[in-house]
């Protein structure tokens, strides 16, 4: 089994910053990617950036590129979404998401909740 849990969630003013962070535990010699999914009230589940665990190899989606830079420490299990310039429209529950290579096995974060608002 593996645990994720996510932290650093909470209410930040328009133009301002959050970090997340995301601990994986268990038998995690199996994940590949670990990255961060989002999902505002009455939109679907949408991925915000990813990053393979061997390449580094990280991927974005094109409203966080140059805002968002995710990261992640092998040795603390951890990956980290650094979040600059946060506009209203990334409220959202911020999810973390760890997957094989083969993205067969998925393993999902309990949530938490970034609200951007003035």
């Known amino acids: 089994q593996v645990r994720l849990v996510e932290s650093g969630g909470g209410l930040v003013q328009p133009g301002g910053s959050l970090r997340l962070a995301c601990a994986a535990s268990g038998f995690i010699s199996g994940i590949y990617v670990m990255g961060w999914y989002r999902q505002a009230p009455g939109k679907q589940r949408e991925l915000v950036a990813d990053?393979?665990?061997?390449?580094?190899?990280?991927t974005y989606t094109d409203s966080v590129k140059g805002r968002f830079t995710i990261s992640r420490d092998n040795a603390k299990n951890t990956v980290y979404l650094q979040m600059n310039s946060l506009k209203p429209e990334d409220t959202a529950v911020y999810y973390c998401?760890?997957?094989?290579?083969?993205?067969?096995?998925?393993?999902w974060g309990q949530g938490t909740q970034v609200t951007v608002s003035s």
């Open positions: 998401h760890g997957a094989d290579r083969g993205r067969v096995r998925n393993y």
């Open positions: 990053i393979t665990k061997i390449e580094d190899t990280t």
